[in-house]
């Protein structure tokens, strides 16, 4: 490898892309932005030139450089990096080239670079403005307003009817119907029992998912008690239901 | 519904403070004087004087909440001396920021707008897509239609959100883009 300068430190205000190459280790931190523009009024300033008469030629050797070890180091250069240099070398070309000596009007504002510097100009502009908007949306973040109300518009829960709700019972039911069970005995849960055990439940929890209650219930005799049971709870108020989404569980809740 | 505001007597400048504060502090977005106006049946002039009496009151009594005039509209906020306390309650961080290249992207949209990918791609001197799709997902900008130009690319503007976000009362509150030129340099 060829002797590289010790150490290339890139500090775009804020943004920091550097590149520190020590003898045992390299370092490579470069920034979010590596845009080409930014680049360019990196090594403008580095070289402390003024932006309205960049020494071309200097600049694009530097920028070439740079994107050579950007490829050594095996950063993609992305293509933007790539028409950048292109059009410095179209520049640094035509600033060789001898005047035409028969055109006599453009002298001066022939200027191969005016258009890089605008460009460089107004991305210089954009890049404050950027600042700004930066400071702004900082500023913004002590501000706090109240969380938003629950209306209907942003609760996500549909209530359910009682289609949806026999729609559950019967999706149970079947699953219930597919499983070969052990009937060991028969113990009998009255209807009231079960009414105070969801009853219990929604007190102890807030509120009861219906697919897992229903999902509990050992036998169909059972899940048609605490449906039952569910349909009471329901008609004596306190309570609501709630589904989530068409063919979603359903949530008893206590009001 | 128009006959009944109508029947009533006259409110006085104490209900009218009173009710403007009510409906801005139900409101998920800033709301209007026009809009306060309209849904309390009253002049949008006597709103202005009721909120701006309302503001005044809230800024004497050295009040924890501030009544702010963005997007266009009225909001209640806290101030912003407090952020520190009501972090620590809320128990959050400050949000994830914007990346140099999406605020580079909506600053050039800011100040361009309407503006096409081409035309910030010309600004920026950067392929902009994953920042224009960020700032999309935020909601910071809206998609303002295609430009009768070859291929017809689409437009992009900021939305009421930026507003909000950045805490304007409108896109003439952002500072002239030629006030930045002074600083370049």
Do not use: C
């Not at chain 1, 307003?145 to 079947?174: C, H, M, S, W, Y």
């Not at chain 1, 219906?210 to 008609?235: G, P």
Request: charged share 30%; net charge negative; no cysteine.
């Amino acid at each position: 490898m060829t002797q590289e300068p010790e150490q290339y430190s890139f500090d775009f205000h804020s943004e920091t892309a550097e590149i520190v190459r020590d003898s045992e280790e390299l370092k490579v931190k470069i920034g979010d932005f590596a845009g080409p523009l930014d680049l360019l009024l990196f090594l403008i300033r580095q070289e402390k030139a003024n932006i309205f008469d960049i020494p071309i030629a200097k600049i694009t050797d530097e920028y070439l450089n740079y994107i050579r070890l950007m490829k050594r180091l095996d950063i993609a250069v992305a293509a933007d990096f790539l028409v950048m240099a292109a059009q410095l070398i179209e520049i640094k070309t035509k600033m060789l080239l001898p005047r035409d000596p028969l055109s006599q009007e453009e002298d001066e504002s022939e200027d191969p670079r005016q258009e890089l510097v605008d460009r460089l100009l107004e991305h210089e502009k954009f890049k404050t403005a950027a600042g700004m908007l930066y400071e702004r949306s900082t500023l913004e973040q002590a501000v706090f307003t109240r969380g938003p109300i629950e209306t209907d518009e942003t609760n996500a829960e549909i209530d359910a009817t009682v289609f949806d709700l026999l729609g559950v019972f019967q999706k149970i039911l079947a699953r219930h119907a597919e499983e070969v069970k052990m009937e060991i005995e028969r113990e009998e849960i009255s209807l009231s029992d079960m009414i105070r055990t969801l009853k219990d439940r929604i007190a102890a929890f807030g509120e009861v998912s219906l697919l897992v209650f229903f999902d509990e219930m050992q036998n169909r005799r059972e899940l048609v008690t605490a449906f039952i049971a569910v349909l009471e709870i329901v008609k004596n108020g306190g309570v609501s239901l709630k589904q989530k989404g068409t063919f979603g569980d359903i949530i008893l809740k206590s009001i | 519904m128009e006959e009944a505001v109508q029947q009533q007597p006259a409110r006085t400048p104490a209900e009218l403070m009173a009710l403007a504060e009510a409906l801005i502090f139900v409101a998920d977005e800033p709301i209007s004087t026009r809009l306060i106006a309209e849904v309390l049946g009253e002049d949008k002039g006597v709103i202005d004087a009721a909120i701006d009496e309302l503001r005044r009151e809230y800024a004497e009594r050295g009040s924890g909440l501030q009544i702010r005039e963005i997007a266009g509209g009225w909001q209640l906020a806290t101030r912003t001396e407090f952020h520190e306390e009501i972090r620590t309650f809320l128990k959050t961080r400050p949000s994830a920021k914007l990346s140099i290249a999406a605020l580079e992207t909506l600053a050039v949209i800011a100040y361009k707008q309407p503006v096409t990918v081409p035309e910030i791609l010309e600004i920026r001197g950067v392929q902009s897509a994953s920042a224009i799709k960020t700032l999309l997902d935020k909601r910071l900008i809206v998609a303002k239609g295609r430009k009768e130009t070859v291929g017809r690319p689409m437009m992009y503007g900021t939305s009421k959100e930026f507003l909000i976000q950045f805490g304007l009362k409108d896109l003439s509150e952002l500072p002239s883009i030629e006030d930045f030129e002074d600083l370049v340099q």
